[in-house]
């Protein structure tokens, strides 16, 4: 299994960070190997919305179909891959001197050989969510 999580403090109100996070037409502005993003199901984002994603892994690129498993509005959500490697990524947000703390929480279950790669996969997934983080806190700041 790898986890990681990331913790970031950025100076915009809760509303205004959770409505960027869940506003899927800006998802590439800021998440450096998110390609394309799907709606699956129609309407803003919610509790069973599915989706599609298509990320660049290494110098590949994958498809991940995946659904939100919890959404609160201004406080958190999940979301879930359907199918191999299940990822689970969570945020939650809370307000902290006049701005908002985001915590993110990465979690891939692996099998088979993905176990053996787990240092190199590790590694790779933490140095693209503090890429990705640096770039939320730039796109939201400026």
């Not at 299994?1 to 037409?25: G, K, Y």
């Amino acid at each position: 299994m790898i986890q990681h999580e990331v913790s970031i403090h950025l100076n915009r109100p809760v509303e205004q960070v959770f409505a960027f996070l869940v506003d899927t037409t800006r998802l590439t502005t800021w998440q450096t190997n998110l390609i394309k993003f799907d709606k699956i199901t129609e309407g803003p984002l919610h509790l069973g919305s599915r989706f599609r994603e298509f990320r660049r892994t290494g110098k590949t690129e994958s498809a991940f179909q995946a659904e939100i498993t919890a959404f609160e509005p201004n406080k958190c959500f999940e979301t879930r891959t359907l199918g191999t490697p299940q990822v689970t990524t969570s945020y939650s947000l809370e307000s902290e001197d006049g701005g908002t703390r985001v915590k993110h929480r990465f979690v891939m279950l692996t099998r088979g050989f993905m176990r053996l790669l787990e240092p190199m996969i590790a590694k790779s997934i933490r140095e693209e969510n503090e890429a990705d983080f640096e770039n939320l806190k730039r796109v939201l700041e400026s």
